[in-house]
């Protein structure tokens, strides 16, 4: 069952991380647009800035369960090196509980968010619901719970190793 999970939880993770590529490549092609037609053409394009925007929110949201799964989000470093391995076993599950209920506080808070937000239209592109923005919190929060949990049954700490 735990190499099962471990084994979902490396494909959710690798996609939430492909996204978050593809939205950098986003945001980073737009943003060559935006100077291109601005500077050079002297037309700016006005979608550009508010799909740059977005799409930085979501790379963020869509990145962050990396970097949990890496273990490099929340680290207690000091008391871990400390620790025998009974002490971080516990350290790790105090922490994946600390994290997993912040997530879960994205997730409820996101959700409502998104749901206000979609009466909202973009400034730029006005058929589209600000709810496709803001459901970056909820969907990046899931796939965090995911990777915390993967985290937590099969720890990486790699910036612990290298550093001693």
């Known amino acids: 069952m735990r190499s099962l999970y471990l ?18 490549a986003l945001a980073a092609c737009l943003g060559m647009l935006q100077i291109f037609t601005r500077f050079v053409l002297e037309t ?15 790379m963020v949201f869509m990145g962050i369960p990396m970097a949990f799964r890496q273990g490099a989000m929340v680290s207690v470093d000091v008391l ?5 391995p009974r002490m971080k076993k516990v350290l790790d599950t105090a922490v ?9 506080i994205i997730i409820w808070w996101g959700w409502d968010y998104a749901n ?7 400034i730029g592109l006005e058929d589209v619901s600000m709810f496709w923005a803001y459901m970056a919190l909820p969907v990046g ?3 965090s719970v995911i990777s915390i949990i993967g985290n937590w ?10 550093a001693q």
């Open 7 to 24: 084994s979902i939880e490396k494909w959710t993770t690798a996609f939430s991380m492909l996204v978050a590529c593809l939205m950098l």
């Open 44 to 58: 700016p394009i006005e979608w550009t800035e508010v799909i740059i925007r977005f799409s930085l929110i979501w």
């Open 80 to 84: 871990y090196r400390w620790s025998g």
């Open 96 to 104: 994946a509980l600390a994290a997993l209920t912040l997530v879960c």
């Open 116 to 122: 206000r937000g979609k009466v909202q239209s973009m």
């Open 141 to 143: 929060a899931c796939f």
């Open 153 to 162: 049954l099969d720890p990486q700490r790699l910036e612990l190793e290298t």
